[in-house]
Nanobody, 118 residues
Framework: VQLQASGGGLVQAGGSLRLSCAAS????????MGWFRRAPGKEREFVAA????????TYADSVKGRFTISRDNAENTVYLQMNSLKSEDTAVYYC????????????WGQGTQVTVSS
């Protein structure tokens, strides 16, 4: 399995970006895919997740109402639409996948930098 994240960049506060994560390999074994982020000097944190076979989504409280996760199974791609961006959203964003709801995320993409200028 390989995950390729893209779409990061520099945006002004209040702006929008859409991240993409293209998956290849045995994606049929996925339970869900998620987005995580790591800001400078901070630990990695969960952002959002979406079921691979269901439409179930979960979000961190800090992004609810601003970020939307979606998927295109035909393209094996998960998206993270980020609106109303804030400077505190600045981080390296990683996509990840796992095979079961009780396991850790064990497939990771390489990360894409999102910088929000105030």
């Amino acid at each position: 399995v390989q995950l390729q994240a893209s779409g990061g960049g520099l945006v002004q506060a209040g702006g929008s970006l859409r991240l993409s994560c293209a998956a290849s390999g045995r994606t049929g074994n996925f339970y869900d895919m998620g987005w995580f982020r790591r800001a400078p000097g901070k630990e990695r944190e969960f952002v959002a997740a979406i079921g691979w076979s269901s439409s179930s989504t979960t979000y961190a409280d800090s992004v609810k109402g601003r970020f939307t996760i979606s998927r295109d199974n035909a393209e094996n791609t998960v998206y993270l639409q980020m609106n109303s961006l804030k400077s505190e959203d600045t981080a390296v964003y990683y996509c990840a996948a796992r095979g079961t709801s009780w396991s850790a995320y064990n497939y990771w993409g390489q990360g894409t930098q999102v910088t929000v200028s105030s």
